[in-house]
Nanobody
Framework: QVQLVESGGGLVQAGGSLRLSCAAS????????MGWFRQAPGKEREFVAA????????YYAESVKGRFTISRDNAKKTVYLQMNNLKPEDTAVYYC????????????????WGQGTQVTVSS
């Protein structure tokens, strides 16, 4: 069982930066792949980024490549999402999720989810 708590969301102007954090409970954090997803109003939840348990493999959605960076600190049981050059279309609730299997962009492979943190980018 893994419990996840996101933080770091807020209101930022276009071109600005935010860093999201996701703190996990449980003894085997390093065995879980971690993902970030987001859901904008009226839209389906979509994949943003994922990282394997060791941090050795990382995946991004095309829409955030070159702007967002996912990382993890297994000693702190925390995964991060550094978001630079934010755009209004990045406005969404951002969720972190944990998967006991390989890192993917498929929501169904993540049984554990946080409550989400709001990111709003003004133009």
């Amino acid at each position: 069982q893994v419990q996840l708590v996101e933080s770091g969301g807020g209101l930022v102007q276009a071109g600005g930066s935010l860093r999201l954090s996701c703190a996990a409970s449980g003894r085997t954090f390093s065995s879980y792949s971690m993902g970030w997803f987001r859901q904008a109003p009226g839209k389906e939840r979509e994949f943003v980024a994922a990282v394997t348990g060791s941090g050795g493999s990382i995946y991004y959605a095309e829409s955030v490549k070159g702007r967002f960076t996912i990382s993890r600190d297994n000693a702190k049981k925390t995964v991060y999402l550094q978001m630079n050059n934010l755009k209004p279309e990045d406005t969404a609730v951002y969720y972190c999720a944990a998967s006991p299997s390989i890192a993917t962009g498929f929501l169904g492979q993540y049984p554990y989810w946080g409550q989400g943190t709001q990111v709003t980018v003004s133009s």
